[in-house]
């Protein structure tokens, strides 16, 4: 894994001005030119651009290795990683850090980990069209500044997102696909095995692949 830094979750800096709820509202910028994670963040600012900041309490941007090789993406933040401002920290990210610490014998913050949209949905429902849409440049920002060399695509939303597919996450899980020249490989949520441990052995199956792309099977 090559050297790299940090990017975590809600960080200052830049042309930044931080607001009474603790998040950075930009002074100016834009997406497509923000030149790293710490300055798209700031360009994200406090958001406002679709309904689910109504209802959010932090904005969950993302964090990991700014030049990570892997990179996972989710649909969107639940309620544990909505108060704490980081992306999967309840027990479904306790179960992807064990995939990613256990199964892929790396530390979290070797990979980068993101969602697909920043603020929780209501209820933990699947992100609606305007809201992946208000959304989605800052994750393919994010994607074009870590520049993973593998994409692992946590459940249907995101999976269906990344992929612009209607194809079921079952049918799509196990088989690489192509984001863009970067391998992309979809796989059950965390969530779902929480449901359903018995289909922790395919999600296993599909890691090991990823493992053998980088070349680094276990």
């Known amino acids: 894994m090559p050297v790299g830094t940090s990017a975590e979750a809600d960080h200052p800096g830049g042309p930044a001005t931080a607001t009474a709820g603790g998040h950075v509202a930009t002074a100016g910028g834009d997406v497509a030119t ?6 798209l963040r700031d360009v994200l600012g406090d958001c406002q651009r679709c309904k689910l900041s109504q209802g959010r ?9 700014a030049d990570a090789d892997i990179m996972f993406i989710g ?11 980081e992306p999967f920290v309840g027990r479904a990210g306790q179960l992807l850090t064990d995939i990613i610490t256990k199964g892929m014998k790396l530390r979290r913050e070797d990979v980068y980990i993101a969602n697909v949209v920043k603020c929780r949905p209501p209820r933990n429902r699947d992100p609606e069209p305007d809201e992946v849409a208000a959304c989605e440049p800052f ?27 209607t194809e079921a996450i079952s049918r799509m899980r196990g088989r690489w696909h192509d984001y863009h020249g970067i391998r992309l490989m979809p796989t059950f949520h965390p969530a779902y095995l929480l449901r359903n441990p018995g289909e922790k052995r395919l999600v296993w199956e599909d890691i090991k692949s ?3 792309e980088l070349g680094t099977a276990v």
Request: hydrophobic letters at 40%.
């Open 34 to 39: 923000a030149a790293d994670l710490r300055e």
């Open 139 to 165: 994750l393919i920002r994010q994607i074009e500044l870590v520049r993973p060399r593998v994409i692992i695509a946590l459940g249907r939303a995101a999976a269906q997102t990344l992929l612009r597919s």
């Open 210 to 212: 990823v493992l053998r």
């Open 57 to 65: 309490t932090r904005i969950v941007y993302g964090v990991g290795r």
């Open 75 to 85: 649909e969107g933040p639940g309620e544990d990683e909505d108060r704490e401002g």
